[in-house]
RNA sequence: GGGGACGUAGCUCAGCUGGAUAGAGCAUCUGCCUUCUAAGCAGAGGGUCGCAGGUUCGAGUCCUGCCGUCCCUACCA
């Protein structure tokens, strides 16, 4: 048998049921175990008999001693009773349960199901990053640390749009309203935040060509051209601006403790022709046709009928323009196909940069390399993390794999969806932006790069940093400076990611400033502050001259069973021990919102524990054992909650 | 017009495949720092789960209709 930690009872006792009611009644449904609202009623539940109750034309009641009766004991459990109209509550044995989480963690050894690629982060390299753009890093990197979490290989691809119309409108806007060189902007691009510098023209460029006249456009296109093309000096400072900037992404990204493992460029996947390869793909296999008539003339589409049921007969998404140019999706598709090994062909890598972790970051090119790089691409599952208003697209994209006769891998392409950040009307008063009439009556109002409409990532980082340096420093005055200032970072990240995880993902945040810096109640620094405490505790005690017990030797499972006889032990032993159930539940739902709310509640639960039990103080020496234990094993759960959330434990609090 | 999401406490949000008395945080009010740090703890008030039907032993959760909010519906990405 295996220790009975939570997770595995949990999945394995259903099992049992389950083939128990199949040999006695034939019945076929799966079986789920619930848990109890009150925990009077023990930690389990089955409500199986009602659904049995009517297939055998019996009383719930009847049904469920039956089962009671039958199943006779299992593993872990201490008894199994009637309540209510029919629910079977099942009580564990807290002894055994106790004792069992002594036993060294068993990784999880399910079988790898190959590659999973989680695609994230992905911000046009034309501006600096915002609030909207930290919702999808922070979700795609704790996706990632849950998924690694459990043992699954995970690569994190990070997609650079370098050849697009945003870089394509800096450009014009340093050529045509800036008269720069291309020297001149190299200058530019080597000083310190560029990225702040293009945030700025950018929105002035987008408003200039919103009130320009016809042959501006027509410029604004050739700058376009030059840089898809690869040619000519606004392909040239497209890519210096662009390089410059994914720079500054990574840098702001590292803060948070975001990394990834490969960037791939749109301009590779355009110069090596991997849109070619996909596009006679496509036409062989009549997954797009040429339009020869109507407003779609002389474009290359995709028949509605192939994404979605309610299309009506003209629906059909543009692949390739009239003129030539392949539109986003279908170089979307494309890049799809390499993800998962479909296209015959790969990028050539070359090191970008190492990380203060030594993670190295490589990034394509179009020319062989001498460096090895790792394989990258060739995934089984895809994770892109993309904003719900770009659905369709993403159907497009999974229609354009389905049309092509890779319907498995079609399956295997999930639209990590989640819904934008917006800006509260108070916070948009605070920086001082004019509201129309119409924005001022909404609840929330929609970032825009293109009117520079925003908080900047970086800002808001160093506000949350400025905010957490004046609590530290209230509260540890004779601390080295450099000190506060870590603890204040990983404060500051700390609040920052938990509020970016704490909604699920369909809910529209409207970033309110004030409630982004606040470090009490359901936050980060709530949860961090329970870890410290854990840790203190476990000081205090070194400091004194004492060390922590050989749990193993000192604690029986008698001695466990005779302190979970106490109905508050026994409830936080449980409650720290389902970490890996609140994990499994966050990734079978893909919510990473549920690992941060059990993380609160674990905190929660650690600060009654602290508050109601002076563990270092307790005189009965198991209990004293006991109490250094459940301190120890808080803060491992803790730690290993938070280390998913990629949340730091900062020094002191 | 079509497609999608949402509507739960004053505010912001959870609510796991339909289960037992609908939960947090903030805000308001009342207590608790000579104790392992009060970024904390204990407690109080606050709900026709948008409205109306339906399915079910059982509905915040599923179905239908209505009302309201938001997003998408480009030869932009």
Same mark, same amino acid.
């Given at each position: 048998?295996?220790?009975?930690?939570?997770?595995?009872? *949990?999945?394995?006792?259903?099992?049992?049921?389950?083939?128990?009611?199949?040999?006695?009644?034939?019945?076929?449904?799966?079986?789920?175990?619930?848990?109890?609202?009150?925990?009077?009623?023990?930690?389990?539940?089955?409500?199986?008999?009602?659904?049995?109750?009517?297939?055998?034309?019996?009383?719930?009641?009847?049904?469920?001693? $039956?089962?009671?009766?039958?199943?006779?004991?299992?593993?872990?459990?201490?008894?199994?009773?009637?309540?209510?109209?029919?629910?079977?509550?099942?009580?564990?044995?807290?002894?055994?349960?106790?004792?069992?989480?002594?036993?060294?963690?068993?990784?999880?050894?399910?079988?790898?199901?190959?590659?999973?690629?989680?695609?994230?982060?992905?911000?046009?390299?034309?501006?600096?990053?915002?609030?909207?753009?930290? +919702?999808?890093?922070?979700l795609g990197d704790t996706f990632v640390r849950m998924l690694r979490s459990t043992g699954a290989q995970v690569e994190v691809q990070n997609y650079i749009d370098n050849t697009g119309v945003q870089v394509a409108d800096v450009v014009a806007g340093f050529l045509k309203l800036e008269n720069k060189s291309l020297d001149e902007v190299r200058v530019l691009a080597a000083q310190p935040r560029f990225d702040y510098l293009c945030w700025d023209l950018y929105a002035r460029v987008s408003q200039h060509f919103a009130a320009s006249k016809d042959d501006e456009k027509n410029w604004r296109q050739e700058v376009l051209h030059s840089i898809e093309e690869g040619s000519g000096v606004a392909s040239e400072m497209g890519h210096l601006v662009s390089d410059a900037i994914v720079l500054c992404h990574l840098a702001t990204m590292?803060?948070?403790? &975001?990394?990834?493992?490969?960037?791939?460029?749109?301009?590779?996947?355009?110069?090596?022709?991997?849109?070619?390869?996909?596009?006679?793909?496509?036409?062989?296999?009549?997954?797009?046709?040429l339009e020869t008539e109507g407003p779609k003339k002389g474009c290359w589409v995709m028949a509605g009928s192939?994404?979605?049921?309610?299309?009506?007969?003209?629906?059909?998404?543009?692949?390739?323009?009239?003129?030539?140019?392949v539109t986003y999706v279908g170089k979307d598709i494309a890049y799809q196909l390499w993800k998962f090994g479909l296209l015959g062909k790969d990028f050539h890598y070359h090191p970008l940069l190492t990380g203060s972790n030594g993670h190295q970051?490589?990034?394509?090119?179009?020319?062989?390399?001498?460096?090895?790089?790792?394989?990258?691409?060739?995934?089984?599952?895809?994770?892109?993390?993309?904003?719900?208003?770009?659905?369709?697209?993403?159907?497009?994209?999974a229609a354009g794999l389905r049309a092509l006769g890779y319907i498995d891998q079609a399956e295997r392409s999930i639209h990590f969806s989640y819904e934008m950040v917006a800006l509260s009307p108070r916070t948009c008063a605070e920086l001082g932006i004019d509201l129309s009439d119409s924005d001022k009556s909404k609840a929330h109002v929609q970032v825009s790069g293109r009117k520079g409409l925003g908080v900047k990532? #970086?800002?808001?980082?160093?506000?949350?940093?400025?905010?957490?340096?004046?609590?530290? #420093?209230?509260?540890?005055? *004779?601390?080295?400076?450099?000190?506060?200032?870590?603890?204040?970072?990983?404060?500051a990240i700390g609040?920052?990611?938990?509020?970016?995880?704490?909604?699920?993902?369909?809910?529209?945040?409207?970033?309110?400033?004030? $409630?982004?810096?606040?470090?009490?109640?359901?936050?980060?620094?709530? &949860?961090?502050?329970?870890?410290?405490?854990?840790?203190?505790?476990?000081?205090k005690l070194e400091e004194r001259g004492e060390k922590l017990p050989d749990f193993a030797a000192v604690l029986s499972s008698d001695a466990f069973g005779r302190q979970l006889a106490q109905e508050d032990f026994w409830q936080l032993t449980l409650a720290v021990s389902k970490a890996d159930a609140a994990v499994a539940?966050?990734?079978?739902?893909? $919510?990473?919102?549920? &690992?941060?709310?059990?993380?609160?509640?674990?905190?929660?639960?650690?600060?009654?524990?602290?508050?109601?039990?002076?563990?270092?103080?307790?005189?009965?020496?198991?209990?004293?054992?006991?109490?250094?234990?459940?301190?120890?094993?808080? +803060?491992?759960?803790?730690?290993?909650?938070?280390?998913?959330?990629?949340? +730091?434990?900062?020094?002191y609090m």
């Amino acid at each position: 048998m295996n220790f009975p930690v939570f997770h595995h009872i *949990q999945t394995h006792l259903p099992e049992q049921v389950s083939a128990h009611l199949q040999a006695r009644y034939g019945y076929d449904a799966p079986v789920w175990l619930e848990q109890p609202a009150d925990p009077a009623f023990g930690e389990l539940a089955l409500t199986i008999a009602f659904q049995l109750a009517k297939q055998l034309k019996k009383a719930p009641r009847a049904v469920a001693q $039956e089962l009671i009766d039958e199943l006779g004991s299992l593993p872990g459990v201490a008894q199994m009773e009637i309540a209510g109209p029919g629910y079977i509550n099942i009580r564990l044995d807290r002894g055994v349960y106790g004792s069992s989480l002594l036993k060294p963690d068993e990784r999880s050894t399910e079988a790898a199901a190959g590659k999973i690629i989680v695609e994230h982060t992905n911000i046009n390299p034309n501006k600096a990053a915002h609030i909207g753009h930290l +919702r999808n890093a922070v979700l795609g990197d704790t996706f990632v640390r849950m998924l690694r979490s459990t043992g699954a290989q995970v690569e994190v691809q990070n997609y650079i749009d370098n050849t697009g119309v945003q870089v394509a409108d800096v450009v014009a806007g340093f050529l045509k309203l800036e008269n720069k060189s291309l020297d001149e902007v190299r200058v530019l691009a080597a000083q310190p935040r560029f990225d702040y510098l293009c945030w700025d023209l950018y929105a002035r460029v987008s408003q200039h060509f919103a009130a320009s006249k016809d042959d501006e456009k027509n410029w604004r296109q050739e700058v376009l051209h030059s840089i898809e093309e690869g040619s000519g000096v606004a392909s040239e400072m497209g890519h210096l601006v662009s390089d410059a900037i994914v720079l500054c992404h990574l840098a702001t990204m590292a803060r948070l403790g &975001v990394s990834y493992d490969v960037l791939p460029r749109e301009s590779e996947i355009l110069h090596l022709k991997f849109w070619a390869t996909a596009f006679e793909l496509l036409k062989e296999r009549n997954a797009i046709h040429l339009e020869t008539e109507g407003p779609k003339k002389g474009c290359w589409v995709m028949a509605g009928s192939h994404y979605s049921d309610e299309a009506a007969e003209d629906d059909s998404k543009v692949i390739v323009r009239s003129n030539g140019i392949v539109t986003y999706v279908g170089k979307d598709i494309a890049y799809q196909l390499w993800k998962f090994g479909l296209l015959g062909k790969d990028f050539h890598y070359h090191p970008l940069l190492t990380g203060s972790n030594g993670h190295q970051v490589w990034v394509s090119t179009d020319h062989p390399q001498s460096s090895s790089a790792p394989k990258f691409g060739g995934g089984s599952t895809v994770y892109n993390v993309i904003d719900s208003r770009q659905a369709y697209l993403q159907d497009v994209v999974a229609a354009g794999l389905r049309a092509l006769g890779y319907i498995d891998q079609a399956e295997r392409s999930i639209h990590f969806s989640y819904e934008m950040v917006a800006l509260s009307p108070r916070t948009c008063a605070e920086l001082g932006i004019d509201l129309s009439d119409s924005d001022k009556s909404k609840a929330h109002v929609q970032v825009s790069g293109r009117k520079g409409l925003g908080v900047k990532a #970086d800002d808001l980082i160093d506000k949350l940093i400025e905010k957490a340096r004046v609590e530290v #420093d209230d509260r540890h005055p *004779q601390a080295p400076v450099a000190e506060r200032q870590a603890v204040a970072t990983d404060i500051a990240i700390g609040a920052l990611r938990y509020f970016m995880l704490k909604f699920t993902r369909n809910t529209v945040i409207a970033f309110d400033m004030q $409630e982004a810096l606040s470090f009490e109640g359901e936050t980060g620094p709530y &949860v961090q502050y329970a870890a410290v405490r854990s840790r203190n505790i476990l000081r205090k005690l070194e400091e004194r001259g004492e060390k922590l017990p050989d749990f193993a030797a000192v604690l029986s499972s008698d001695a466990f069973g005779r302190q979970l006889a106490q109905e508050d032990f026994w409830q936080l032993t449980l409650a720290v021990s389902k970490a890996d159930a609140a994990v499994a539940r966050a990734i079978a739902s893909g $919510e990473p919102a549920h &690992v941060a709310k059990y993380a609160f509640t674990l905190a929660q639960s650690f600060n009654t524990f602290y508050h109601d039990y002076p563990v270092i103080h307790e005189t009965d020496p198991e209990k004293k054992s006991f109490l250094l234990w459940m301190t120890d094993y808080f +803060r491992r759960q803790l730690e290993r909650t938070l280390d998913v959330l990629g949340i +730091r434990v900062p020094q002191y609090m």
